[in-house]
């Protein structure tokens, strides 16, 4: 019997048509051993993964090495009839492990399934079944049929992995297209006069961790700064939190969540806008979560971006050691495996693993080193007039930083305390460097939280409390114009985040004031505060919480304004606030009324919606039937045109009506 | 170990601002059934499956009718009501509360201008937690626990659910064994009681409160023991491992048919509120509070599906309602402020 690889007489197709095929029939083992598994691990966790594809060369190099292998097995076994088992194995390793995998999948499916995969015998068993194979199928592999179908398998193998991956690659991974990650592009300077801030939100800092890091040579390298032990979070999870701190407002359940916070980043309502409007250029280096929340920031980097680099080895790394750990059977992973290479693992890291999701980095990792970035960044920008914006997941869950903020390859959880220290050890680094820069005295500095952790100081020891975290949060503050003599001072005033916009407002406001004023926490009315597009109940709140209250309101007509929302202030948001202590405002008392505008059915009966037809009569309009598991049956879950918009007899009018679940 | 709504233990990536605002980073979902279908051979069954199960959702009407990319853009839609979430303290499995509570939320959706949602937690800590934190904007919680949230950040009971009778209250109930030769609570004195938590109401405050009542000192007691909830409490008795215990009236009364008879019965006490922070707007809590006040007492027997402690219908419910409940915990001492968390 012949055959395209063994076959000792002259050639009678071409040499391409005859390596071609051989060479495809060489690809699903690699492909299957190393491709598959690999790209499937990297696949599921890209993002976390920080989407380096280069993490997948060790397994290229594998899969070339085995390929190599495969090769010269094929010209060996050409000229001696004893490398043809060996040969067979090769041709067979693929498809033994697409059954292990297949196998392992049923794990939980299937009683008893676990025998072939997690005990000692199962792992006898596919090495047996290898040497079986190759013993029965070893005559037949070489038959020209069996091979041109591995080639085919191999071509299908190839097409498919390297469709996925490149597709992932090329469409799906995030490319950084804004130059705004660029630190070293020149931008028109910021003002000359106006000093540098400095705002710094360490996510989850629990006013008790600062307090269990705090030491008489800590309290002495933060001097300058005043400490607010009293101080609150609005809200217990970041966004929201993120959404008061920045427009100064707290949500008011007159809009959504999701439009509160959107407004906060890229509207009248964020303070970003008015430090822009003065001519602060403005950084930010933040989590790579903040995706499209750029707007009003001159240079955007994130921690993912920033550190990639130092990220690759590590990532490389944690998905070498998933990889391992998902495709060793669990026999001699739990023999061997778990207790070499994994022993720095916990149980949170093992049940990652399990789940095929190591985190190789964390984001308090991330976070550390895309800190490190920004304070070698902040060396060449400018010295005056801007505005940077810093946001850390530390000492935020998980705890993986040491007090020094080393740390181990995607696992090792240390303490919350350290990961505290962590966190500390930033903020005197940092500090330092501005003192280095002669930055420190001018700029104003705050750190803060965006809600606490869930502990608790009990009898003077940090413990795990039964909430799920307190909204208890660290707040520093070092005002401009003040040195580092001295120690921390601690002012037990209670505070909470909404203050920060006043605090950086007015401290902008004030600057270069002779003589310097005193700080904005301790005097009323330091500044006007924003109180346009807020509800007048909304408004009041505002007013009254930064000393002032509302003076002359006046109604007017409106349609982009809801109903009893402000339209405008006066004094205008921002202004000095010492001349005054009323703020009169105008106010939307919603749209014109008439008989052709169309009112508001959502969240009402579709027979209300009849019969408002059948009395307008109106030729042009539509009830769809939708399906929404939340609302009843039969109520109206959005029309159009919206609710105040003018209609004519010829508006074509939409609803659409809950059909039942 | 609930897992109900531990944010604590959720990795940071999850819930983070590009994902609240909803901006699509994700692979394509036909991507991904392509994929499974060529990854491994198991994983084909689910992608015919799922093939077989998309093909006619993609075809059908309420599909076409729900596509956004069909819709005019100026519309009003529900999705952009302000969401409220309203957070339950409840010991069995979620499906079996979602499904009993999800009326209520239709109620509420139907006779108010916002979304609402319903939480659940099996822990009344983390559902105090879960109000201050304001992953909640309203919270059924026990009296005790509110008290609790008042004292600590500011609550308002806006409603107090009615009973089988129609009225604002509740009762506690010591249980016994039917054949239990115990007839009064002063025959419990050297015998075994089982009660709940420190933050339970009706299984901790008031029974201790009744005990003391009848005379009958925590001292004098053979044995007393705290378990975690009314069910556990209940089963215990009905076990024999406890000659005695002290539940919520709707548990005792579960438990009568399978062998529990009611020693004692407690005054009545106003029943556990829903509870809204005290700085959520005036106008949010009329409008809630309107809209639950619009289900009486009448109406309860359309809503036989509705779950039992809520079907009946609400009063309203003030700061003063719940005084005499504040007097027991001061005169006492024994109440479920920090210090209870302190003992335990």
């Known amino acids: ?661 | 170990m609930a897992r109900d709504l531990d944010i604590r233990n959720t990795a940071w990536e999850n819930y983070n601002i590009a994902s609240f605002l909803r901006i699509k980073t994700k692979r394509s979902g036909v991507f991904i059934l392509f994929e499974s279908m060529m990854r491994y051979p198991n994983r084909i069954a689910p992608f015919v499956f799922a093939l077989g199960m998309a093909f006619p959702i993609a075809c059908s009407d309420s599909a076409k009718g729900n596509d956004a990319a069909d819709r005019p853009q100026n519309v009003s839609s529900l999705a952009e009501r302000p969401l409220i979430s309203i957070g339950f303290m409840h010991p069995v499995g979620l499906v079996i509360t979602t499904k009993y509570r999800q009326p209520l939320m239709d109620h509420l959706i139907l006779h108010t201008r916002y979304a609402f949602r319903a939480l659940f937690n099996t822990d009344s800590e983390k559902t105090v937690g879960m109000l201050e934190q304001r992953l909640a904007e309203v919270c059924h919680m026990g009296v005790v626990s509110y008290l609790e949230a008042d004292s600590e950040f500011g609550a308002i009971p806006l409603v107090r659910p009615l009973n089988r009778d129609g009225e604002p209250v509740s009762y506690s109930v010591f249980v016994t064994p039917q054949a239990s030769p115990l007839r009064s609570l002063g025959e419990l004195k050297g015998r075994s009681l089982a009660l709940g938590s420190y933050h339970s109401t009706l299984s901790h405050l008031i029974p201790r409160h009744e005990l003391i009542r009848a005379g009958v000192a925590l001292e004098e007691l053979g044995a007393i023991e705290y378990l975690e909830n009314d069910e556990a409490i209940a089963s215990a008795v009905l076990e024999g491992r406890f000659d005695a215990g002290a539940v919520d009236e709707l548990v005792a009364r579960r438990y009568e048919e399978k062998g529990l008879r009611a020693l004692h019965v407690s005054a009545p006490i106003p029943s556990a509120p829903l509870v809204a922070r005290a700085e959520l707007p005036q106008r949010v809590i009329q409008s809630v509070r309107d809209a639950l006040l619009l289900l009486d007492f009448d109406g309860a027997k359309d809503r036989e599906h509705w779950d039992e402690d809520l079907r009946y219908g609400f009063a309203p419910a003030s700061a003063a309602d719940y005084e005499p409940i504040r007097k027991i915990i001061e005169t006492s001492g024994k109440g479920c402020q920090r210090s209870c968390h302190l003992a335990e």
């Open chain 1, 1 to 661: 019997m012949t055959s395209p690889i063994f076959s000792e007489g002259p050639p009678t197709v071409g040499l391409l048509d005859r390596l071609l095929p051989t060479l495809l029939s060489l690809t699903p083992t690699p492909v299957l051993l190393f491709v598959s598994t690999s790209s499937d691990i990297y696949l599921r966790n890209q993002s976390l993964l920080q989407f380096q594809y280069r993490v997948l060369a060790p397994f290229a190099k594998l899969s070339l090495v085995t390929l190599v292998i495969g090769i010269l097995l094929a010209a060996l076994s050409k000229r001696h009839r004893a490398f043809r088992p060996a040969m067979s194995v090769y041709y067979l390793t693929g498809p033994v492990f697409l059954l292990f995998a297949f196998f392992r999948g049923l794990q939980g499916v299937l009683p008893g399934i676990h025998v072939l995969y997690g005990t000692a015998i199962g792992l006898a068993f596919w090495p047996f079944l290898l040497l079986i194979a190759t013993a029965v199928l070893n005559r037949r592999l070489h038959t020209p049929s069996i091979v041109r179908a591995f080639a085919v398998f191999g071509m299908i193998l190839l097409a498919y992995e390297g469709g996925t991956l490149l597709y992932n690659i090329w469409f799906l991974t995030p490319r950084t297209t804004s130059t705004k990650a660029d630190v070293t592009r020149p931008l028109p300077s910021g003002s000359q006069t106006l000093p540098n801030i400095y705002h710094f939100v360490f996510d989850a800092y629990q006013t008790d961790l600062l307090e269990h890091t705090l030491s008489e040579e800590t309290q002495r390298a933060l001097g300058g700064f005043t400490y607010f032990p009293n101080n609150r979070a609005e809200w217990g999870w970041t966004p929201m939190s993120f959404g008061t701190f920045l427009s100064g407002r707290d949500y008011f359940y007159d809009r959504t969540g999701a439009e509160f916070v959107s407004a906060a980043f890229d509207s009248k309502a964020s303070f970003l806008y008015w430090l822009k409007s003065l001519g602060y250029e403005t950084v930010a280096f933040v989590p790579g979560g903040w995706i499209g929340q750029d707007t009003f920031f001159d240079r955007f980097v994130s921690h993912d971006e920033a550190a990639k680099d130092d990220l690759l080895p590590l990532n490389t790394e944690a998905l070498w050691n998933l990889w391992l750990y998902s495709n060793t059977p669990a026999a001699l992973r739990d023999a061997v495996v778990r207790r070499h290479w994994f022993a720095g693992l916990n149980e949170e890291d093992m049940n990652l693993l399990e789940n095929g999701r190591l985190l190789p980095s964390s984001s308090p990792v991330t976070s550390y080193l895309g800190f490190e970035r920004m304070m070698e960044a902040e060396r060449n920008l400018s010295p005056t007039g801007r505005y940077t914006l810093v946001h850390v997941i530390i000492p935020h869950y998980p705890l993986k930083l040491r007090a020094d903020c080393s740390y181990s390859v995607g696992s090792a959880t240390t303490e919350a305390i350290e990961q505290a220290q962590c966190a500390l050890k930033l903020i005197l680094d940092f500090t330092s460097l501005l003192k280095d820069l002669g930055r420190f005295d001018d700029s104003l500095i705050l750190v803060h939280g965006d809600h606490g952790g869930p502990y608790r100081t009990e009898n003077e020891r940090l413990v795990i409390m039964g909430r799920n975290r307190s909204l208890d949060t660290v707040l520093l503050v070092k005002p401009m114009g003040v040195s580092a003599r001295g120690e921390l001072e601690k002012l037990d005033l209670e505070t909470s985040l909404l203050i920060i916009p006043s605090i950086i407002m007015s401290s902008v406001t004030d600057a270069g004031s002779r003589p310097p004023r005193a700080a904005p926490w301790s005097r009323s009315r330091a500044v006007v505060p924003l109180v346009e597009g807020e509800l007048i109940e909304s408004a009041e709140r505002i007013l009254r919480r930064n000393g002032f209250s509302l003076g002359e309101t006046r109604d007017i007509e409106s349609s982009q304004y809801a109903a009893g929302a402000v339209i405008s202030q006066d004094p205008p948001a921002y202004e000095r606030g010492d001349d005054t202590t009323e703020v009169s405002v105008l106010v939307s008392s919603g749209p014109p009324k008439g008989p052709n505008v169309m009112p508001d059915f959502v969240g009402r009966d579709v027979a209300e919606v009849s019969e408002w037809l059948r009395q307008k009569q109106l030729p042009s309009s539509v009830i769809h039937k939708v399906s929404n598991p939340v609302v009843p049956e039969g109520m109206v879950v959005s029309q159009s045109p919206r609710a105040g918009a003018k209609t004519d007899g010829n508006t074509e009018i939409v609803f659409y009506v809950n059909a039942g679940n």
